[in-house]
């Protein structure tokens, strides 16, 4: 019972380097996202798809791309990293529809020398 | 958007009392909210959840209450262990967007 998986789990990166994380589901979810995780800051929403094909803009998605061409693959992308993306990145998933739970795969962490 | 504050940013408590954490929201549009326990190195896990028109909900030790009108609504843990020491965050949803709060560190000393 796979759920959201995500690879890398660690990576370290030089400022300017572009890289892509990826994440795959296997529960059939039409909601995906990602977060990232910083001290102090909670949680906070960079991207969603609530389906194949359909990809919105979170809170924070300056330099972070993604795409949807799957239901079970929403890879997020770093075109050119700088320092402050170095954050712990978390993708989830949800069925499609309000007030269902989102799952969390087990993060990646990332630093952007 | 949604706001969502969460209060302490630490808690510590004596093995087996009890473990108290509040979050308030500002939308009042938000109709799902659910805790997340996250333990080091993992991803955030549910817990518990409650939709807007419930106003309790309690799955053995762990309880949730949600005051519509005053938009808060807070975590209980009863009878606390030590492997109830983890980072619980709470989160907002008026549907697919999801607004979290900034954790509680809650350790339990045994």
């Known amino acids: 019972n796979a759920g959201v998986t995500q690879t890398p789990k660690f990576q370290v990166l030089k400022t300017g380097q572009s890289m892509t994380l990826q994440c795959a589901q296997d529960?059939?979810?039409?909601?995906m996202s990602w977060y990232r995780q910083d001290p102090g800051m909670g949680l906070r929403l960079i991207h969603y798809?609530?389906?194949?094909?359909?990809?919105d803009q979170g809170e924070v998605p300056n330099g972070y791309n993604v795409s949807r061409s799957t239901t079970e693959d929403f890879p997020l992308r770093l075109l050119s990293a700088a320092p402050s993306q170095t954050s712990v990145y978390f993708c989830a998933s949800s069925p499609h529809s309000s007030g269902n739970t989102i799952y969390f795969g087990e993060g990646s962490w990332l630093t952007v020398v | 958007g949604e706001n969502v504050e969460q209060h302490p940013s630490t808690l510590s408590v004596q093995e087996g009392d009890s473990a108290v954490i509040k979050c308030t929201y500002s939308?009042?549009?938000?109709?799902?909210f659910p805790w997340y326990k996250q333990e080091l190195g993992k991803g955030p896990q549910l817990i518990i959840d409650i939709r807007s028109n419930v106003g309790e909900k309690k799955d053995q030790r762990i309880a949730v209450t949600l005051n519509k009108t005053a938009k808060h609504f807070s975590l209980h843990i009863t009878e606390t262990q030590p492997e109830d020491s983890a980072v619980y965050f709470c989160?907002?949803?008026?549907?697919?967007?999801?607004?979290f709060g900034t954790g509680t560190s809650l350790t339990v000393i045994p």
């Open positions: 798809s609530v389906g194949a094909g359909i990809t």
């Open positions: 529960m059939n979810h039409e909601y």
């Open positions: 939308d009042s549009a938000s109709n799902y």
């Open positions: 989160a907002a949803s008026t549907g697919n967007q999801f607004y």
